[in-house]
């Protein structure tokens, strides 16, 4: 599968963005997804993760309660709503398929990945 993300932009502390990752392929649906993000100068890390189904979510503690992810099947389409954003989550922010069949906050059990967009969120 292959993934495109979008959506990102500069915004003020505080504010909101949704990025969307568009995929292509007949199988999306079978694939859990995955955001992911890295700021300058540190180590890519997890931030949302959704099965296939959509019915298992799970985000890191420090997105947890202004993030949401979310998908439509239909539409081949994953999101990810960010609401009250802080200074720190200034990333660039990458969306992910894996294949293993639940959601999953392992970076390694991702196969595919989209190029990244980026979020910049002023103090």
């Known amino acids: 599968v292959q993934l495109q993300a979008s959506g990102g932009g500069l915004v003020q502390a505080g504010g909101s963005l949704r990025l969307s990752c568009a995929a292509s392929?007949?199988?999306?649906?079978?694939?859990?997804m995955g955001w992911f993000r890295q700021a300058p100068g540190k180590e890519r890390e997890f931030v949302a993760t959704?099965?296939?189904?959509?019915?298992?979510?799970y985000y890191a503690d420090s997105v947890k309660g202004r993030f949401t992810i979310s998908r439509d099947n239909a539409k081949n389409a994953v999101y990810l709503q960010m609401n009250s954003l802080k200074f720190e989550d200034t990333a660039v922010y990458y969306c992910?398929?894996?294949?293993?069949?639940?959601?999953?906050?392992?970076?390694?059990?991702?196969?595919?990945w989209g190029r990244g967009t980026l979020v910049t969120v002023s103090s």
């Open positions: 992910a398929a894996s294949g293993s069949g639940f959601a999953t906050m392992s970076q390694t059990l991702y196969d595919s």
């Open positions: 392929g007949r199988t999306f649906s079978s694939y859990t």
């Open positions: 959704i099965s296939w189904t959509g019915g298992s979510t």
